[in-house]
C-alpha cells in the first residue's frame, strides 16, 4: 500500500462537512469524484469540476463499480449510512482501495466513554467493521477527530456561545478544557492526512484550531468585546445528560430517523464533550 493517493471518492458531499472536505481536495489538485445515491440529484453546491456517479449503499456490486479507480474514500456522510459499513469496505478492497476515512469528524469517538453515548453507536459499530477487515492489511483507515465545529455550530446556533444575546453557557465546573476547530477543518485534515497516509494508518488522528475552557473563553469574549456586557448561564452537567437521555427516548419511540439533527443528539454530544466524572 505504498502508492500516493491521486483519485479520491467523497460519500456524502452534500451536507456541510462534504462540501468542505471536496473543495479542500480540488485545491489540492486531488481526482475528485462524489458519490451520488440513486435518485438524488446533484448538490447545487458542488464544483462543476467534480465528477459524480451514482451509488446504491445496499449493492456491493454498485459501490465496487464507483469505487474503482480511486485511491482512498472519504465518508463524509449522515452516521445513520454507517450501518452500510460492512458492504462499503468489502466493496472498497474488491475495487482495490488502499484508504478510508471514517465518518467521524467531531467528538472523539475513541474515548474509552464513548460507548455510554448513544449517539455514538453507529460509528462505534462501523469502526468495529473496519478494523477487522485491517487487521488483514487489505485496507488502512484514518479516523478525524477534530472536537465541535466553533463557527458552524455558533451561525446553526447550538454551540454554547450566542452571538446574539451575548450569552455563553457554562456547562458544570467551566473548567474541562475542550479542543474545537473551525468546519474547513474537516477538509485541510482529509488533506494531511492523504498526502501522508502511512503517518495517520489505521488510527484516530486529532486535529484542533483551539483548546480552551468555558470560562476561559467568557474572559476572552469579554476582554476582546469590552462594551458586549457579555454573560454566562450555568448548567449543571448531570441534570443536563438526564434530559438530553430523556428526549433521546422520546425520539426511539416516536420512531425519529433524522437523530444527527435532533435536540437530543446535540445534548448528548455536548454532555460529551463536559462530563467531568
Known amino acids: 500500500m505504498t502508492r500516493s493517493i491521486q483519485g479520491v471518492i467523497v460519500l456524502g458531499a452534500s451536507g456541510d462537512v462534504g462540501r468542505e472536505v471536496v473543495n479542500a481536495l480540488l485545491r489540492d489538485h486531488f481526482r475528485v469524484t462524489v458519490g451520488v445515491r440513486d435518485g438524488s440529484s446533484r448538490s447545487t453546491s458542488l464544483p462543476a469540476s467534480v465528477r459524480t456517479t451514482v451509488i446504491d449503499y445496499n449493492s456491493q456490486e454498485s459501490l465496487e463499480r464507483a469505487f474503482r479507480g480511486h485511491d482512498a474514500i472519504v465518508e463524509t456522510f449522515n452516521p445513520t449510512v454507517a450501518v452500510h459499513q460492512d458492504t462499503i469496505v468489502q466493496a472498497a ?8 476515512i471514517t465518518p467521524d469528524f467531531s467528538t472523539d469517538t475513541f474515548n474509552e466513554n464513548a460507548d455510554e453515548l448513544m449517539i455514538f453507536e453507529p460509528k462505534l459499530n462501523a469502526q468495529r ?3 477487522v477487515y485491517a487487521a488483514t492489511g487489505a485496507i488502512q483507515w484514518t479516523a478525524v477527530i477534530t472536537g465541535p465545529f466553533f463557527d458552524w455550530g455558533i451561525l446553526k446556533k447550538v454551540f454554547w ?16 478544557k475542550v479542543s474545537m476547530s473551525a468546519i474547513d477543518m474537516s477538509g485541510r485534515a482529509v ?15 486529532y486535529f484542533a484550531d483551539y483548546t480552551v ?15 458586549g456586557e457579555w454573560k454566562s448561564k450555568n448548567i449543571p ?25 435532533s435536540t437530543a443528539y446535540q445534548m448528548l454530544g455536548t454532555y460529551g464533550l463536559f462530563e467531568e466524572g
Request: charged share 30%; hydrophobic share 45%.
Open 237 to 261: 452537567i448531570s441534570s443536563f445528560f438526564s434530559q438530553a437521555k430523556q428526549l433521546w427516548e422520546q425520539d426511539t419511540k416516536a420512531g425519529v430517523k433524522d437523530r444527527l439533527n
Open 93 to 100: 478492497i474488491a475495487a482495490k482501495v488502499i484508504h478510508l
Open 213 to 227: 475552557s468555558n470560562n476561559e473563553l467568557l474572559a476572552l469574549l469579554r476582554d476582546i468585546d469590552p462594551k
Open 161 to 176: 456561545v450566542d452571538k446574539d444575546t451575548k450569552e455563553v453557557i457554562i456547562f458544570g465546573s467551566g473548567d474541562q
Open 191 to 205: 488533506v494531511a492526512i492523504l498526502r501522508e497516509p502511512q503517518k495517520f494508518s489505521n488510527r484516530a488522528a
Open 129 to 131: 467493521v473496519l478494523e
